[in-house]
Nanobody, 125 residues
Framework: QVQLVESGGGWVQLGNSRQLSCTAS????????IGWFRQGHGRGRELVAG????????FNRESVKGRFAISRSNADNTVFLQMNNLNPEDTAVYYC??????????????????WGQGTQVTVSS
């Protein structure tokens, strides 16, 4: 069983940056693909960025438009989501999720086996 804990959420002013962390325990972290999803008010859950266990990355290019970066530290069992130039449309609960079956990060939420509790990011204008 894999446990995921997100951290780094909070209030952010328009145009500023924020880094979220997702720390995993209870599994072989090096073999997990990790996705960062978000769910804004009245919206469905969408992939923001993902990273495969080999380090290959995937982004929702339409929503993040080159502003976000994702990286992982296998030594710390942690995946980071660096968010830059934030705007109010980025306000959402951000979740990290782990997929034990795929080498690359999937865009589909149903492909993920484990989920964290989420961390709220609120961007004020």
């Amino acid at each position: 069983q894999v446990q995921l804990v997100e951290s780094g959420g909070g209030w952010v002013q328009l145009g500023n940056s924020r880094q979220l962390s997702c720390t995993a325990s209870g599994g072989i972290f090096e073999t997990l693909s990790i996705g960062w999803f978000r769910q804004g008010h009245g919206r469905g859950r969408e992939l923001v960025a993902g990273i495969g266990w080999a380090g290959n990355t995937a982004f929702n290019r339409e929503s993040v438009k080159g502003r976000f970066a994702i990286s992982r530290s296998n030594a710390d069992n942690t995946v980071f989501l660096q968010m830059n130039n934030l705007n109010p449309e980025d306000t959402a609960v951000y979740y990290c999720a782990a997929d034990r079956d795929r080498i690359a990060a999937s865009h589909r939420a149903d492909d993920y086996d484990y989920w964290g509790q989420g961390t709220q990011v609120t961007v004020s204008s």
